[in-house]
């Protein structure tokens, strides 16, 4: 029987393209995102068996209901991927409370709810793993973009942990940490207007999909792709903060 992966936030950009690539290789899929008429677009040209779950992960209890929906095909997961989450660009003391709090629902509660659900199954397999997408934004502090730099900082802490802690057990738990990226991400959070989106060169989705999955497969901790991501995250974490955090304001304003 083919593997079975899970993943969240799959009706566009990053997600959509990880889903692709995924099927690419022959493993089966479940598809969660809010967006069902996307999500069932996107299975219909998958070739491999594909189960549409619409989902809004925000809302409490939403993993649990889909952890629920999943039992019912009577197939472990072999792969999650805690791909779901958004940004919002804009000064925290001046922005809606709404969309901060979403991000901390969605970034980091249900990925972190969804990995808990999933890894003991993993583990007692000694197989599959799991891929979280976080960011170069993880890498330091973003004035500006606040709350999403730290959610994506919170995800790669975690990502790193897990890792250690399944070190011998044959689960993979790996974090993909792309820069600037050719999808609606920008448009949705805003950030598309910043100077750090229209200076820095964005990378196809599909290629950064490409970059994640093959990475995942080799056992890799952590995943930047790019040569210009890399550079700028080795820089982001040992670059004194005093002059880093002032050039990320301006970046993202």
Not at 1 to 23: D, K, N, P
Not at 51 to 77: F, I, K, N, S
Not at 114 to 128: D, F
């Amino acid at each position: 029987m083919a593997q079975l992966a899970l993943v969240t936030g799959a009706s566009s950009g990053i997600g959509e393209a990880l889903a692709q690539r995924i099927a690419a290789d022959g493993v089966d899929l479940i598809l969660v995102a809010r967006r069902e008429d996307r999500l069932r677009a996107l299975a219909a040209e998958l070739p491999v068996e594909t189960h549409v779950v619409p989902l809004d992960l925000t809302e409490r209890g939403a993993p649990e209901a889909l952890m629920a929906e999943v039992a019912r095909y009577g197939r472990p997961v072999d792969v999650l991927v805690n791909n779901a989450g958004f940004g919002h660009a804009g000064p925290f003391a001046k922005s809606p409370l709404e969309p901060q709090l979403g991000m901390v629902d969605l970034n980091i509660r249900a990925l972190v709810e969804l990995s808990h659900r999933v890894l003991p199954l993993l583990i007692e397999r000694r197989h599959g793993g799991i891929i979280n997408v976080a960011s170069t934004a993880a890498f330091l502090p973003g004035p500006g973009v606040s709350v999403y730099y730290a959610s994506k900082a919170f995800v790669l802490s975690l990502s790193q942990a897990l890792s250690e802690e399944v070190r011998g057990t044959g689960v993979t738990i790996c974090a993909l940490c792309p820069g600037p990226t050719h999808s609606e991400f920008g448009a949705v959070s805003g950030m598309d207007r910043s100077l750090l989106f229209r200076a820095m060169k964005r990378m196809p989705s599909s290629q950064v999909a490409d970059i994640g999955w093959t990475s995942f497969k080799a056992g890799k901790r952590v995943v930047i792709p790019g040569w210009q991501n890399r550079i700028s995250s080795v820089f982001s974490q040992h670059g004194p903060r005093r002059f880093l955090l002032p050039i990320v304001k301006r970046l993202q304003s």
